[in-house]
Each structure stands twice: as C-alpha cells, then as structure tokens.
C-alpha cells in the first residue's frame, strides 16, 4: 500500500514560543555586547575581559549547535512522517540517477542460473538483482544432484541490459546463466500453466506435441514411429521411464515408437523431464481420442457435407476414397508413385504427426482430406479432394480452417508442397491472403504462407467463395 502525503501536512510545524526565546537571545546578546564595549574601552582590564569574552561565545556557539541538533522539529528527509527515509523505487530513477515522478518502462525477462545448493546462495541472487531494481514475480527451482537450477521470471527497468544481469548474477556466486525476453503470457503461474496444457491433451491427442513444446519452451520435437511406411521395423525405441541426456530426452510412444525432444540451447532438467513425462503418460491411459464437433456446410448445387476431425479410425474409408481417385489427383497429392499412396495414410492420419480434417457426404462417403502436420520447428499444410467433388470450394474451406488451426497452435508459418501444374492449390493458397513466399525446383513447388501477423480466419458458406 502506498501513503500519500500532502504538501501542506509536510511542512515543518511552526513553534512560537522558540522564536520568542531566540528574540529575548537576541535583545540580551545586544546588551552584553554593549557592556563588554563599555567595560574594554574604559578598565585597565579590558584586553583580558575580551578574551573571555571570545571563549564565553564559542562555548555558546557549540552548546547551541548540540541542542538544535538533539531537540530537531524536522522529520527527516523523505518521510514527513518521522520514519526512516526510504530509497526511490526503480521505476522512479532516471538513467542520470535523478529521481522522477513518472516511472520509466521495464521489460519481462526469463533467467535461468545454476547456484550451489547451500545456505544463502538464493539471498547473495536476490540481492544483487535488487541492487539494480529488479523485481522477482516468480520463481521456480530444480533440484540437481550438485546444486540447483533457479528459474526466474524478472521485471526489469527497460535500460537494463541482458549482459549487466549476467555479469551481476555471476558475482553473486551464479553460473550457466541463461537469459531472453518474456511477454505476458510467462505471467501465468505454473501450476495454472500445467493444468491448462493437460486439460488440452486430453482432449485432443494432437495437442500432445504442442503442450510439449509450450511446456519446454523452444524446442525441436519429433516424432519417430516403431514401423516405416513400408512396414518394417525402425528400431526405435526407449525403455518405460524414458532417457534424459542433458539437451535431449526420448519418451516411449503410446501409439508405438519414440518421442524425441531436443532442445539445444538449454540442458533439461530432471522436474522438467518429469513434467513431460507425466503429460505422455497421460496421453497413454486416455487412448485415441479427438474432438466430435463437427459443421455441416452446403455447397452452391445445394448438396450438404459435413467436415469434422478425422484420425487412424477413418483409415478403412480413407482407402476407400483412394481406390477411386485417379492416378492424377493421387500423383498431385504424393509426389511419388500412386501405388505406394495407401502407404501413407496411417501416418498422415495420426494425431501424434498432425490434425487431419475429413470432409464426408449426407450418406457418409469420405470426399476429402485436409492434414495438417508438425514437420519438426515447420508446419506442413496438404490436401486432396475426389476428383468429383473437385472445383466445388472444398479445398478452400479445407486449407483456410487448416490455416485457422495453425495460427492458434501459435505456428509461424505453413507451408505446402505441390507440382507447379497444379492450380488449384497454388490458387487455393493466394485466396487466404496472407504473405507467401515461392520456391520452385524441377517441377516442385513449395508455397509458404507466413501466419505472424495473419488474424484468426473467419468461415464463410461454400457458396460465398
């Protein structure tokens, strides 16, 4: 709480009756004066009676300053209330040193730093961080076998540079010292943090890599399956409990295989592996699951489809659509020989490498797909729609919720693969307007569409496109 005074009760309180004991001090000063005039002039003494005189005034003089010193009306400095003066906040100091009135901007900043684990290591942090105005919102420690990791998240006053926190937490006794940028979302406490990222999990299988990635910060998450597209075995995997090596751990699969995360600028610790691993094990004891919601749309002929979420359940109908696809419209989708097409889709239908979205007929055929898939640190967009429902705006609807998918996954951009005779997409992909980048090779276009600044999309009736 902060208490505000008011200039007038500031001031000093005015006592009259110590003006009139220094007026009576001064009319009794005037007289003695004149005596000791008289005195010198006239007796044979008067040289002695000076001197005297002269120490009789110094000795006043000297009383005089101890009294108005112990018997002060004055509160001290800074505090009319007659408390001990307090420092200016750190919002309230220029650079020059000087104080101000209005608070000078400050940053969020995210430092980690390894100390001993003794007495008083966190006091000699906390201390030098408030020798500069920093202020502590949150802290958070990780035990290691030899010391600990103290996890910070500061506010710092906007002239502070990251290097001046490093060099003052390195005297403090604090090494490995890692720091970058915060924002607001870092405000959330952990354990609100954590519930949220469960709570997502286990309502889409799909968020389980991007609640990893939220969890750890910046990492590189992949996803290796136990079986090749070609159905032999890949050999990898990792025990139950999982294997933590510094800037890299590997989680056992629920679905078969392994979930490798590395994240190389930062080692990991044992709380954080725990944490993930406790999200894995949720995704386990859940089983296949996602999102029934579903929107039925109508199509400018007037016929009505439906697209929901689709996964490995959907796999028997999606081979089915297969089967009468022609060789084209499967050669435009898979860049590769149209007999390994089938090959894929237990893969591009997982919820652990992506989202899919399926788009299905009033009698329930499947007409067309839409993935959406986590390619490491990028982001995957890829679709394909029977050749008898083409050129009808499903593959618009498609690649635009696709798109909506990513900007709230936080993805910075998509990117689609295709051949450079294929207009539809290329087309598909300038409807979404948003910036794109083009990268043609021997045929092979790579559209990028970056999503940075690219509000959430609206959708529109197919007849409306």
């Given at each position: 709480?902060?208490?505000?005074?008011?200039?007038?009760?500031?001031?000093?309180?005015?006592?009259?009756?110590?003006?009139?004991?220094?007026?009576?001090?001064?009319?009794?000063?005037?007289?003695?004066?004149?005596?000791?005039?008289?005195?010198?002039?006239?007796?044979?003494?008067?040289?002695?009676?000076?001197?005297?005189?002269?120490?009789?005034?110094?000795?006043?003089?000297?009383?005089?300053?101890?009294?108005?010193?112990?018997?002060?009306?004055?509160?001290?400095?800074?505090?009319?209330?007659?408390?001990?003066?307090?420092?200016?906040?750190?919002?309230?100091?220029?650079?020059?040193?000087?104080?101000?009135?209005?608070?000078?901007?400050?940053?969020?900043?995210?430092?980690?730093?390894?100390?001993?684990?003794?007495?008083?290591?966190?006091?000699?942090?906390?201390?030098?961080?408030a020798r500069h105005g920093?202020?502590?919102?949150?802290?958070?420690?990780?035990?290691?076998?030899?010391?600990?990791?103290?996890?910070?998240?500061?506010?710092?006053?906007?002239?502070?540079?990251?290097?001046?926190?490093?060099?003052?937490?390195?005297?403090?006794?604090?090494?490995?010292?890692?720091?970058?940028?915060?924002?607001?979302?870092?405000?959330?406490?952990?354990?609100?943090?954590?519930?949220?990222?469960?709570?997502?999990?286990?309502?889409?299988?799909?968020?389980?890599p991007l609640a990893l990635?939220?969890?750890?910060?910046?990492?590189?998450?992949?996803?290796?399956?136990?079986?090749?597209?070609?159905?032999?075995?890949?050999?990898?995997?990792?025990?139950?409990?999982?294997?933590?090596?510094?800037?890299?751990?590997?989680?056992?699969?629920?679905?078969?295989?392994?979930?490798?995360?590395?994240?190389?600028?930062?080692?990991?610790?044992?709380?954080?592996f725990a944490r993930a691993?406790?999200?894995?094990?949720?995704?386990?004891?859940?089983?296949?699951?996602?999102?029934?919601?579903?929107?039925?749309?109508?199509?400018?002929?007037?016929?009505?489809?439906?697209?929901?979420?689709?996964?490995?359940?959907?796999?028997?109908?999606?081979?089915?659509?297969?089967?009468?696809?022609?060789?084209?419209?499967?050669?435009?989708?898979?860049?590769?020989?149209?007999?390994?097409?089938?090959?894929?889709?237990?893969?591009?239908?997982?919820?652990?490498?992506?989202?899919?979205?399926?788009?299905?007929?009033?009698?329930?055929?499947?007409?067309?797909?839409?993935?959406?898939?986590?390619?490491?640190?990028?982001?995957?967009?890829?679709?394909?729609?029977?050749?008898?429902?083409?050129?009808?705006?499903?593959?618009?609807?498609?690649?635009?919720?696709?798109?909506?998918?990513?900007?709230?996954?936080?993805?910075?951009?998509?990117?689609?693969?295709?051949?450079?005779?294929?207009?539809?997409?290329?087309?598909?992909?300038?409807?979404?307007?948003?910036?794109?980048?083009?990268?043609?090779?021997?045929?092979?276009?790579?559209?990028?569409?970056?999503?940075?600044?690219?509000?959430?999309?609206?959708?529109?009736?197919?007849?409306?496109?």
């Amino acid at each position: 709480m902060t208490d505000v005074t008011s200039a007038k009760s500031a001031r000093r309180p005015h006592h009259w009756r110590r003006d009139l004991i220094e007026l009576a001090a001064l009319f009794t000063a005037v007289v003695v004066a004149d005596t000791i005039a008289k005195t010198v002039v006239r007796g044979a003494d008067g040289p002695y009676m000076l001197v005297f005189s002269a120490i009789a005034l110094i000795a006043t003089a000297t009383f005089h300053t101890w009294w108005a010193r112990r018997h002060s009306h004055a509160p001290p400095a800074g505090d009319p209330g007659g408390g001990p003066a307090a420092p200016p906040s750190a919002g309230d100091i220029r650079s020059d040193g000087d104080a101000t009135d209005e608070p000078v901007g400050t940053a969020l900043w995210r430092m980690r730093t390894t100390v001993r684990d003794t007495p008083g290591s966190l006091a000699a942090l906390c201390t030098a961080l408030a020798r500069h105005g920093v202020d502590i919102l949150t802290l958070q420690t990780h035990p290691l076998a030899e010391g600990t990791v103290d996890e910070f998240l500061l506010r710092a006053p906007a002239g502070l540079q990251a290097g001046d926190l490093t060099r003052e937490i390195a005297t403090a006794g604090g090494s490995s010292t890692w720091i970058e940028r915060a924002d607001a979302h870092d405000l959330v406490d952990t354990p609100t943090r954590l519930l949220g990222l469960a709570t997502r999990t286990a309502l889409d299988a799909a968020e389980l890599p991007l609640a990893l990635r939220q969890l750890l910060g910046r990492c590189t998450i992949h996803s290796l399956p136990a079986v090749s597209l070609t159905g032999r075995p890949t050999g990898e995997t990792a025990p139950v409990e999982g294997v933590l090596e510094e800037t890299v751990m590997r989680l056992r699969d629920p679905n078969g295989g392994v979930i490798t995360i590395e994240r190389p600028y930062l080692p990991f610790t044992p709380t954080e592996f725990a944490r993930a691993r406790a999200l894995v094990e949720l995704d386990a004891r859940l089983g296949p699951r996602i999102p029934r919601s579903q929107d039925v749309l109508t199509l400018p002929e007037g016929n009505e489809i439906t697209v929901r979420r689709a996964d490995q359940r959907d796999l028997v109908a999606a081979r089915a659509m297969h089967d009468r696809c022609s060789a084209r419209t499967l050669g435009l989708r898979y860049h590769g020989p149209v007999g390994d097409a089938d090959r894929y889709l237990d893969h591009l239908l997982s919820p652990r490498f992506g989202r899919t979205l399926a788009v299905q007929t009033a009698s329930g055929r499947l007409v067309a797909l839409g993935h959406l898939l986590w390619d490491g640190d990028e982001t995957e967009v890829a679709l394909m729609v029977e050749d008898d429902w083409q050129r009808r705006g499903i593959g618009s609807e498609l690649l635009g919720r696709l798109v909506t998918m990513a900007v709230e996954a936080g993805c910075e951009s998509v990117y689609a693969v295709t051949q450079s005779s294929n207009t539809g997409m290329v087309a598909a992909m300038r409807a979404l307007n948003l910036p794109l980048d083009y990268q043609i090779e021997e045929g092979t276009l790579v559209i990028t569409a970056r999503l940075s600044s690219a509000p959430r999309l609206s959708r529109l009736p197919l007849g409306d496109r």
